[in-house]
């Protein structure tokens, strides 16, 4: 069995935002129970220089939403950033990996060689759609989740590998 571009795609983004949605319960529940105001989390920096996890959240799903997108050759999704709560981050999660997981796998696998291009402000980048996928999109959805992670758990919420693995589930089960 050959792994297909919509197969990887599909299976790393449905685990990472799964997680997302799983930690991001995590933090508000651990607010909640010990009276702290959400903000101080949703605001939280590893740096100065970094994202704070409103934004890594956000990132991780508009690079798993139009990453799916642009894969599949489909209409760029726009998920304006306006979230500021929890709950709202929660669903916009939700939201990303439904519309991840509607991608047309058929297109997502036709011709993985053909050429990605990404704008950005430095100018735009292309990639093979296969590098795309594994150089570019995968690292950038782990990244980000990761940041997200280690900011709650950097706050004290109680989060151990599992829950960044499985969302908490056991795989599998």
């Not at 740096?47 to 956000?58: C, T």
């Not at 500021?84 to 058929?106: C, P």
């Amino acid at each position: 069995m050959s792994n297909t571009i919509s197969m990887m795609v599909t299976s790393s983004t449905t685990q990472m935002l799964t997680t997302l949605a799983h930690i991001l319960k995590k933090g508000q529940d651990h607010a909640k129970s010990r009276e702290i105001d959400e903000a101080n989390f949703l605001n939280m920096r590893l740096s100065p220089d970094m994202f704070n996890l409103i934004k890594q959240v956000q990132t991780a799903c508009d690079l798993s939403a139009r990453g799916a997108a642009r894969l599949a050759g489909a209409d760029m999704p726009s998920f304006p950033d306006e979230e500021t709560t929890f709950d709202e981050l929660i669903k916009r999660v939700n939201d990303t990996l439904a519309f991840a997981q509607a991608q047309d796998n058929d297109a997502m696998d036709k011709d993985p060689m053909s050429i990605v291009t990404l704008e950005t402000p430095r100018g735009n980048l292309e990639f093979p759609k296969m590098a795309y996928m594994s150089n570019f999109l995968l690292p950038n959805i782990y990244f980000h989740t990761s940041m997200a992670y280690a900011l709650l758990r950097h706050g004290g919420v109680e989060l151990g590998k599992l829950d960044f693995l499985a969302g908490g589930r056991m795989p599998g089960g």
